[in-house]
Structure formats: C-alpha cells, structure tokens
C-alpha cells in the first residue's frame, strides 16, 4: 500500500461497515455466548468443581466498532484488524470466578476436554512482558470440537470463536478495580505509586495462596476427623459440621434428607449448650435408643438430626431446656420452645425412660 493510499484510508467507514456487519450477526453471538455458559456450567457441576460465578457476554455493538477502529502497531495508515468479524477473538467471551487457584488447573482440565483450544495465555507472564500493572488470570480463546458440532443444536456455531478467563475472586477484584487506574504503564507510573501498587499486587498473591493453604489444611482435618470417628477415637474430635455428619452416619444411618445446613446448624447448637468434642455426645447418649425416643417423642422414627436431639434431651433432662440457645431469655420463641422441650421430656418420663442421667458439669461456668 502506497502512502498516498494509506492516508485515505477512511477508518470511520471501516468501523461504520463493521458494526453493520456485526448487528446483524450479534444474535447468534448472544446465542453461542449462552451455549457456552450452560455447556461449562453443567461440565463444571458434574466433576463437582465449586466455583464463585460464570459469567457470559457477547462484545457490545459500540465497543464491537471502537476495537475495529484501532490502529495496527506496525503502521498507523492501516487499521489493526482488517476483517474484524473473523479476527477480533473476543466476540463471544466467557468468565469463570473461583474461589481457591488450585481450581483453576480443575477448570483447565474441563476446558481442554471440552473445547479444542486455539490458544492459552497467563497473563501474568503478558503483563510482565509489556511492563502493565495488573494481576494474573488465564485467558483461552476456544471452539467447540468437531464431535459436538455433530450435534445439530450446535452446528450453527461450526468455528465461532470464543475468549475464556478464568481467575480468582482476589484476581477478578484487582481486574474491576484497574479499570478506574490512571496508570496503566509501569514505564510511566510515578516510582512512588508504583511501589504500592507492586506491594498490593503481591499482598493479593500471598492472600491467594493463604486461603488456598487453608482450604488444604480443612480438607485435612476433615479426613483425619472422619478417620477418628471410623475407628472410634473421638476425644480429639472437634465439633463441626462435617464431623457430626460423619459421627451421625456411623451411629444412626445416613440420612439423605439432611443437606450440610442442617449439619452446621446443629454443630452450633451443640457447641453452645456446652459439648466441646464427639466424645462428650458420644458419653451423653450412648445408653439411650434413639429409635424407641423418637417413637415415644414424635410417633415414628425421626429423622437423623431430630433423632439426635431427642436423646440429648432424654440424657441431660432439664438442663437440655436451660442451656438450649432457643430457651434463652430474650430470644424470640423462648417461652414457645420451653414449653414445647418440656412437653418432649414429660412424655418421655411418662413413658418410664430415665432422664437427666448425663452432667455437663462445666456448662455453667461458660454461660
């Protein structure tokens, strides 16, 4: 191209032709876009991956016609992208949120199952490269296979391209938050500014790696606590949720009914009334039937939370209702669980079982 001809040529039709071209195909990127999110979404559940959020968009008309605007790099009489249809890559984009990195080599691994991908990129490594301020996340530009273009309800999308991020919530924060960042270059930022934000940037990466670290450690404790209540060696076993589950499970059946709520829900209560690990409610109800309690509390066998409850009341008698975080004074419905504990408790000495056989004597001093 000749100089002459570079100087004329006309950028506002260049970016005029492309966003007509683009309204008019918009749609299926909306399409494709919505596609994407349900198939990540579904792939991600069924390897029960948790995740923050996904997030799908296809490129807006305006923002469409500014990138088809730009300017090539090499030569400023040309635009950067001379069919910008075909070579902006961005169109239909996807965002995946995690909690803890270590998802993120999850979500690499259903991404590479499920899509053929053109390229992957670390964008830490690209912002070092190019001297910007920022905080890594992987980005993937991706199809669908061939195998599932097969499939007529994902034919209409042969070759459509597709840009992928995956980052942290810490990561995505740092994103949002460097939109409004005068400062982009580390070339041109004031050395004191850029001194903060290089320490904020690695204060985020070492909070990363923290609550990953923690997330490691609670998984742990989880497999060790578990193991303890298999083999019966509760003394050391604190009370959570996960450890009651599994306690519960040993001793009464599991109970699919109940979902991991309920689990920490009763952890808490129990930690209040005053039990501080699984062999002090293993000690408080191990002479009581939960099954024959139940039937005489509630007509039939309980479900396995209730069931547990119902001993806990046989075993520590009254002081089940006084240390019961519903029967404290000020507490909404207190007087209506009072009545209700002690008309379970009446019923159950009515019916000759023994109650209040257990102390927990220390309780009182913590209250």
Same mark, same amino acid.
């Given at each position: 191209?000749?100089?002459?001809?570079?100087?004329?040529?006309?950028? =506002?039709?260049?970016? %005029?032709?492309?966003?007509?071209?683009?309204?008019?195909?918009?749609?299926?990127?909306?399409?494709?876009?919505?596609?994407?999110? @349900?198939?990540?979404?579904?792939?991600?559940?069924?390897?029960?991956?948790?995740?923050?959020?996904?997030?799908? %968009?296809?490129?807006?008309?305006?923002?469409?016609?500014?990138? #088809?605007?730009?300017?090539?790099?090499?030569?400023?009489?040309?635009?950067?992208?001379?069919?910008?249809?075909?070579?902006?890559?961005?169109?239909?984009?996807?965002?995946?949120?995690? +909690?803890?990195?270590? @998802?993120?080599?999850?979500?690499?691994?259903?991404?590479?199952?499920?899509? =053929?991908?053109? =390229?992957?990129?670390?964008?830490?490594?690209?912002?070092?490269?190019?001297?910007?301020?920022?905080?890594?996340?992987?980005?993937?530009?991706?199809? +669908?296979?061939?195998?599932?273009?097969?499939?007529?309800?994902?034919?209409?999308?042969?070759?459509?391209? #597709?840009?992928?991020?995956?980052? @942290?919530?810490?990561?995505?924060?740092?994103?949002?938050?460097?939109?409004?960042?005068?400062?982009?270059?580390?070339? $041109?930022?004031?050395?004191?500014?850029?001194?903060? +934000?290089?320490?904020?940037?690695?204060?985020?990466?070492?909070?990363? %790696?923290?609550?990953?670290?923690?997330?490691?450690?609670?998984?742990?404790?989880?497999?060790?606590?578990?193991?303890?209540? @298999? $083999?019966?060696?509760?003394?050391?076993?604190?009370?959570?949720?996960?450890?009651?589950?599994?306690?519960?499970?040993?001793?009464?059946?599991? !109970?699919?009914?109940?979902?991991?709520?309920?689990?920490?829900?009763? #952890?808490?209560?129990?930690?209040?009334?005053?039990?501080?690990?699984?062999?002090?409610?293993?000690?408080?109800?191990?002479?009581?039937?939960?099954?024959?309690?139940?039937?005489?509390?509630?007509? $039939?066998?309980?479900?396995?939370?209730? %069931?547990?409850? +119902?001993?806990?009341?046989?075993?520590?008698? !009254?002081?089940?209702?006084?240390?019961?975080?519903?029967?404290?004074?000020?507490?909404?419905?207190?007087?209506?669980?009072?009545?209700?504990?002690?008309?379970?408790?009446?019923?159950?000495?009515?019916?000759?079982?023994? $109650?209040?056989?257990?102390?927990?004597?220390?309780?009182?001093?913590?209250?």
């Amino acid at each position: 191209m000749s100089n002459s001809e570079a100087i004329e040529f006309d950028f =506002e039709k260049h970016k %005029r032709d492309a966003i007509e071209t683009y309204r008019k195909i918009k749609p299926l990127y909306e399409a494709y876009c919505n596609t994407l999110k @349900t198939v990540l979404t579904k792939c991600l559940e069924m390897k029960q991956i948790k995740y923050h959020s996904i997030e799908s %968009r296809a490129k807006g008309i305006d923002h469409f016609g500014d990138k #088809a605007f730009q300017v090539s790099e090499e030569d400023s009489n040309v635009p950067k992208y001379k069919n910008p249809l075909s070579e902006i890559t961005d169109i239909a984009g996807v965002r995946i949120i995690t +909690f803890f990195p270590i @998802t993120i080599n999850e979500v690499d691994k259903v991404i590479s199952q499920e899509f =053929e991908v053109l =390229e992957k990129n670390d964008k830490n490594d690209l912002l070092e490269k190019e001297e910007k301020l920022g905080y890594q996340s992987v980005h993937y530009l991706v199809k +669908f296979k061939d195998s599932r273009i097969a499939h007529p309800e994902y034919a209409t999308y042969n070759n459509l391209v #597709a840009e992928i991020q995956v980052r @942290t919530i810490l990561q995505h924060a740092w994103a949002e938050i460097e939109h409004d960042i005068e400062y982009k270059s580390v070339v $041109t930022i004031p050395k004191a500014i850029k001194r903060r +934000f290089m320490a904020l940037a690695g204060l985020l990466e070492i909070a990363d %790696r923290e609550f990953q670290s923690i997330q490691n450690e609670n998984e742990e404790l989880k497999i060790k606590s578990r193991k303890s209540v @298999t $083999t019966g060696k509760l003394n050391n076993v604190e009370i959570t949720g996960d450890s009651l589950k599994a306690y519960l499970d040993k001793g009464y059946g599991a !109970d699919g009914r109940m979902n991991q709520f309920s689990y920490e829900f009763m #952890a808490k209560t129990l930690i209040k009334i005053g039990f501080e690990n699984l062999k002090q409610i293993d000690d408080c109800i191990k002479d009581y039937d939960d099954n024959k309690i139940s039937k005489i509390i509630w007509g $039939t066998r309980a479900g396995q939370i209730s %069931r547990l409850e +119902f001993v806990l009341l046989a075993a520590l008698g !009254d002081e089940y209702i006084i240390r019961h975080p519903w029967c404290i004074s000020g507490e909404q419905n207190c007087v209506f669980w009072k009545d209700v504990f002690t008309e379970r408790l009446k019923s159950l000495k009515k019916a000759g079982i023994k $109650t209040g056989t257990y102390k927990l004597n220390y309780i009182s001093d913590k209250q």
